[in-house]
Nanobody, 113 residues
Framework: VQLQASGGGLVQPGGSLRLSCAAS????????MSWHRQAPGKQHELVAA???????NYADSVEGRFTISRDNAKNTVYLQMNSLKPEDTAVYYC????????WGQGTLVTVSS
């Protein structure tokens, strides 16, 4: 499984961004897909996850602001991020849990005025 993440960038506080993660390869084996992030000096954090069946869960810090979705036809998972805050600044990584765990390359999100 290969994961290609995109969509990061610079946005002002209160703004929005949408991250995408396209999966290729043995995608039939993927169950859960998720987004994680790591900010400088902070621990790696699970942001949001979605299962093949459509269940989702979110970190408390993003609940109500971020939405994870999955387009199985396009083998892509999205993270819609609204009402962004400076503390959301981090490198965001997508992850796929299949017969083993796969990680995409990170995409940097910077929230700053």
């Amino acid at each position: 499984v290969q994961l290609q993440a995109s969509g990061g960038g610079l946005v002002q506080p209160g703004g929005s961004l949408r991250l995408s993660c396209a999966a290729s390869g043995s995608i039939y084996s993927i169950n859960t897909m998720s987004w994680h992030r790591q900010a400088p000096g902070k621990q790696h954090e699970l942001v949001a996850a979605t299962t093949r069946g459509g269940s989702t869960n979110y970190a408390d810090s993003v609940e109500g602001r971020f939405t994870i979705s999955r387009d199985n036809a396009k083998n892509t998972v999205y993270l819609q991020m609204n009402s962004l805050k400076p503390e959301d600044t981090a490198v965001y990584y997508c992850r796929a849990d299949a017969y083993r765990t796969f990680w995409g390359q990170g995409t940097l999100v910077t929230v700053s005025s």
